[in-house]
């Protein structure tokens, strides 16, 4: 099976967005190295929502919860942990697991759209608690598509050369944000983290292709409005309610599974492989039913694909990489399984990513 790049002929049906990002691949020139994960680790928040937790603060009902979006409970963070905590929970199993000290790190990437405060970044936070003194820190803020998008720099940044071993990190409180009065949204999310260790590789193996996407038609739909420099914190924003999450949701589903179903076309297109020589699929857990309609239309089996938004809820940024931890631990990949990872998010901002496991 080829996985170098097939990008000449390549055409994804679904979106001419996509076929613009879909470009030659830098790390398919000779000489170029890949990234490959080397370890995992996921340290969610210690309190749980319940359905019927739920049932108590607003008016909705298990049955509806269940149905329409596959959650049953979701972990919350206590009112001691913040972002920064659960990412370094995550980030100290991630190292754990790879045999690395954080003195090896040259690059930490945070995904978050739920820092502990707004400056200065999660990943200055965590730099100082690991001791990684050698590695650069920073945030990014790609929503709940927020660690794929971390993933794909930090590969690029190795692949080019500039750094040898990264932790991406992808870690949200979105709880933080969350109106409980608001039962469109406060059933869906939890807190947590996810991190991986990304380590310099040859190429063909780690990560193979990736296609992310940008369409900013997608800002009125789901926002967290107050807060930042448009409408800065006052009396009126928090009695407006202005500082939590809002979203149209049928807006988000919809454009959700188009949006996964293009990148991770034009994804596999790029890795040279189809759906079927995929070992496991690990979608962003937002909406079971926005997962099935997903690999309903890639022609993914339920024995590729990986859910666990049973009891997880939709973690964001940190969905993604908490799932992956799970599939390691329980001894789901072996060296040279494919694996797809896809996510939608706010913005819209949307991708995904084809990782060859193993390190060499
Ligand atoms: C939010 C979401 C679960 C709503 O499901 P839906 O099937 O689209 O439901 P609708 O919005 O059409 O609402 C249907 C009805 O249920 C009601 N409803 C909404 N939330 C409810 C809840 N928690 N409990 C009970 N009823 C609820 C609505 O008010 C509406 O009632 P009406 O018909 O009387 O007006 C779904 O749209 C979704 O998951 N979207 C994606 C969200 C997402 O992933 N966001 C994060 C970005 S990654």
Excluded at 79 to 86: I, K, P
Excluded at 178 to 199: E, H, I, K, M, N
Excluded at 247 to 272: I, P, W, Y
Aim: aromatic letters at 4%; a neutral charge; glycine letters at 10%.
């Amino acid at each position: 099976m080829a996985l170098a790049s097939t990008t000449a002929g390549a055409k994804p049906a679904e979106s001419s967005k996509v076929l613009r990002l879909t470009q030659v691949d830098p790390r398919t020139q000779p000489g170029v190295r890949s990234a490959a994960v080397i370890g995992t680790g996921a340290f969610v928040g210690s309190g749980r929502l319940t359905n019927s937790d739920l049932e108590q603060m607003v008016d909705t009902s298990d049955a509806w919860i269940r149905e329409r979006t596959g959650i049953l409970s979701r972990p919350i963070a206590t009112s001691e942990q913040a972002t920064s905590d659960l990412a370094y929970g995550a980030a100290v199993r991630a190292l754990s697991s790879a045999g690395m000290s954080a003195a090896d790190l040259d690059l930490i990437i945070v995904a978050t759209v739920t820092p502990d405060m707004p400056f200065p970044s999660v990943g200055t936070i965590v730099q100082e608690r690991l001791g990684a003194r050698r590695a650069v820190a920073f945030d990014l803020a790609a929503a709940c598509a927020g660690f794929l998008f971390g993933l794909t720099t930090a590969w690029n940044l190795i692949g080019a050369g500039m750094y040898q071993n990264a932790l991406v990190i992808g870690a949200e409180t979105l709880s933080r944000i969350t109106d409980y009065r608001d039962r469109t949204t406060c059933v869906l999310f939890g807190d947590g983290a996810g991190a991986v260790v990304l380590s310099a590789a040859p190429r063909g193996v780690g990560v193979v292709s990736s296609v992310l996407a940008t369409d900013g038609s997608g800002v009125p739909f789901l926002q967290q409005p107050a807060g930042g420099s448009r409408r800065p914190a006052s009396i009126e924003t928090v009695t407006q309610r202005q500082h939590y999450i809002k979203m149209l949701g049928q807006e988000v589903f919809r454009n959700a599974v188009r949006g996964m179903v293009s990148t991770c076309t034009a994804a596999l297109d790029k890795a040279g492989i189809t759906s079927a020589d995929l070992n496991l699929v690990i979608p962003h857990q937002a909406n079971i039913r926005i997962i099935r309609a997903v690999a309903d239309r890639l022609g993914i089996s339920d024995d590729q694909l990986l859910v666990n938004i049973e009891e997880t809820g939709n973690l964001s940024a940190a969905s993604i990489p908490v799932a992956l931890d799970q599939a390691v631990r329980a001894g789901q990949l072996h060296d040279g399984d494919l694996i797809l990872m896809t996510a939608f998010g706010a913005g819209w901002s949307y991708g995904a990513v084809v990782l060859r496991w193993g390190a060499a």
